[in-house]
């Protein structure tokens, strides 16, 4: 499953792109899939990836309700040409993530999910049931706002902090128990040992940087699922 920024498209726009300019850059990502399955993740301005169109310091879906049903639409859209999925980051809690899924499939997006990547989502989890189709926790902020650092000088080895494995833990656990598929997106994702961990948890997919891949598929390849799940146990034991 591939995971697209859509912020990445357009870092260099001084203006909002047209609904119709945005359908066609998503048609292309999803026709270029040839049919696998691509999750784009709604617009995120950050502190290294702002937008002049966005206000700045206002992450996720706060950022602006008009521009963000316009961009729903054109994902709409494109729907057609692939397997699309749709998911909003930064999301701050489950009532947020209802009003981000009801205001997405009012629109006709058939597949929505939301990113964890703030404690209080961590800790809401088991209250998406029947809301959200899938989550994908976010280990690059999550990691920074559990350990209180720059999100752009945190490191992918911060996320194996005992703190950081904890609340992912939770995520991915309350996510398996409501029946939502749950991958783990982010640096962290990309490096073996942590890959190990979080497959150990229950993640059901990882979002692993192309270089990476090869070394994440040797490490979870060396170890059966029990070992994983000890593995996983015992890091957050270490607390």
């Known amino acids: ?42 617009w995120d301005p950050s502190e290294d990836k702002p937008l002049a169109f966005l206000p700045a310091g206002v992450r996720g879906p706060r950022a602006d309700e008009r521009l963000l049903r316009e961009q729903l639409a054109a994902l709409a859209d494109a729907q057609s040409q692939g397997d ?4 909003a980051p930064m999301v701050r809690d489950a009532a947020e ?16 999910g939301v990113v964890v990547e703030l404690p209080s989502l961590a800790r809401e989890i088991s209250l998406l049931e029947h809301v959200v189709d899938f989550v994908s926790v976010g280990t690059n902020d999550l990691t920074a706002q559990v350990l209180g650092v720059v999100r752009t000088r945190s490191r992918a080895t911060d996320a194996g902090d005992p703190r950081v494995l ?5 995520a991915i656990r309350d ?5 939502l598929q749950v991958s783990v997106c982010g640096e962290a994702a990309s490096d073996p040992r942590l890959a190990v961990l979080f497959a150990g948890m ?29 593995a996983a146990e015992s890091a957050i034991a270490h607390r």
Do not use: C, K, N
């Open 1 to 42: 499953m591939g995971l697209f920024r859509s912020e990445l498209l357009w870092l260099e726009a001084g203006t909002a792109p047209a609904r119709t300019e945005q359908a066609a850059a998503y048609a292309a990502v999803l026709h270029a899939a040839g049919g696998r399955p691509v999750v784009i993740r709604t």
């Open 84 to 87: 699309l999925h749709v998911m």
């Open 97 to 112: 993530a209802a009003w981000f899924a009801d205001l997405a499939r009012s629109v006709g997006i058939r597949s929505v």
């Open 166 to 170: 904890e609340l992912a833990f939770r």
């Open 175 to 179: 996510a398996r128990a409501a029946g």
């Open 202 to 230: 229950g993640a059901t997919s990882l979002s692993v940087a192309p270089p990476a891949r090869a070394a994440v598929h040797a490490a979870l390849a060396a170890v059966t699922a029990q070992q994983a799940r000890t």
